[in-house]
C-alpha cells in the first residue's frame, strides 16, 4: 500500500521557467510533510517542509503548497536552475511534540528533474 | 560540523554470503534510523533507535536483517544471509527530534 505517491517518475523545464513537483497522501494521519532533493550517490538532503496548520510555506526559491481536502501537496522552485537537476522526494509523518517532524518518514517514489539551461 | 558517516560506500556479495553496514551519526544526535532504497522506490524504513533502544522495527524482516546500536552512538546493519532482492541502497540518517540528516548510503549488490 503506496502511501505517499508522485505519480511523475520525471520532469523536464527549461532554466528560468517555473518546476512544479506533485506528491499525494492517502493516510489521514499524515500531519507534517517534507521535501527532500538527491543527487547521485548521496543521501537525500532536507529542503523545505509544512505541517498541516499551514498551506503554504515558502523558502527562497522554494515554496510548498498544501491542500489537505485533496490530501495533496505540491512544491513549486521558482526559477528553476540547472543546479536544481536531481531526484526529489516527498515524505509525510505524523508531527512530533516539538512541531517538527516525529520520527519514522513515508517517502514517494521520487520525481527525477531536469532543468536544462 | 560533521555529517553522517556510513562505509562502506559499495558492496558487492553473492547471494547467501553475509554483510554488515556501519553508520556513525552526526554527534548528539538520539535518534538513528536505517533505510532502504530499492532503485526507482523512495527509502522505507527499516528501524529507528532512540539511544540504543528499537522504537520500530515492525519493517524489518528479522529472519535475515539484524540492527544494533550498543553504546547509543554508532550502528551497524546486518544481513545474513543475502537474497538478490536485497540489492539496494541502505540509508543511515540521524536526528535529534527534528529533521533527519541522511549520510551518503552504502550500494549493495547481491549476485
Known amino acids: 500500500d503506496q502511501q505517499v505517491k508522485q505519480n511523475s517518475p520525471s520532469l523536464s523545464v527549461q532554466e528560468g521557467r517555473i518546476s512544479i513537483l506533485n506528491c499525494d497522501y492517502t493516510?489521514?494521519?499524515?500531519?507534517?510533510f517534507l521535501w527532500y532533493k538527491k543527487y547521485p550517490a548521496e543521501g537525500p538532503t532536507f529542503l523545505i517542509s509544512?505541517?498541516?496548520?499551514?498551506d503554504k510555506n515558502e523558502d527562497g526559491r522554494f515554496t510548498v503548497f498544501l491542500n489537505k481536502s485533496a490530501k495533496h501537496l505540491s512544491l513549486h522552485i521558482v526559477p528553476s536552475q540547472p543546479g536544481d537537476s536531481a531526484v526529489y522526494f516527498c515524505?509525510?509523518?505524523?508531527?512530533?511534540?516539538?512541531?517538527?517532524?516525529?520520527?519514522?518518514?513515508?517517502f514517494g517514489q521520487g520525481t527525477i528533474l531536469t532543468v536544462h539551461p | 560540523e560533521a555529517g553522517v558517516a556510513q562505509s562502506p560506500r559499495y558492496k558487492i556479495i553473492e547471494k547467501r554470503q553475509s554483510v554488515a553496514f556501519w553508520c556513525n551519526p552526526i554527534?548528539?544526535?538520539?535518534?538513528l534510523y536505517w533505510y532502504q532504497q530499492i532503485l526507482g522506490q523512495g527509502p522505507k524504513l527499516l528501524i529507528q533507535?532512540?539511544?540504543?533502544?528499537?522504537?520500530?522495527d515492525s519493517q524489518l524482516p528479522k529472519d535475515r536483517f539484524s540492527a544494533e546500536r550498543l553504546k547509543g552512538v554508532d550502528s551497524t546493519l546486518k544481513i545474513q544471509p543475502a537474497k538478490l532482492e536485497d540489492s539496494a541502497v541502505y540509508l543511515c540518517?540521524?536526528?535529534?527530534?527534528?529533521?533527519?540528516?541522511f549520510g551518503p548510503g552504502t550500494r549493495l549488490t547481491v549476485l
Open positions: 540518517a540521524s536526528s535529534l527530534g527534528g529533521g533527519q540528516f
Open positions: 493516510n489521514s494521519m499524515f500531519d507534517y
Open positions: 509544512i505541517s498541516s496548520i499551514k
Open positions: 515524505a509525510a509523518s505524523e508531527m512530533g511534540a516539538g512541531g517538527t517532524s516525529y520520527g519514522k518518514l513515508t
Open positions: 554527534s548528539g544526535h538520539a535518534t
Open positions: 533507535f532512540q539511544n540504543n533502544g528499537v522504537v520500530d
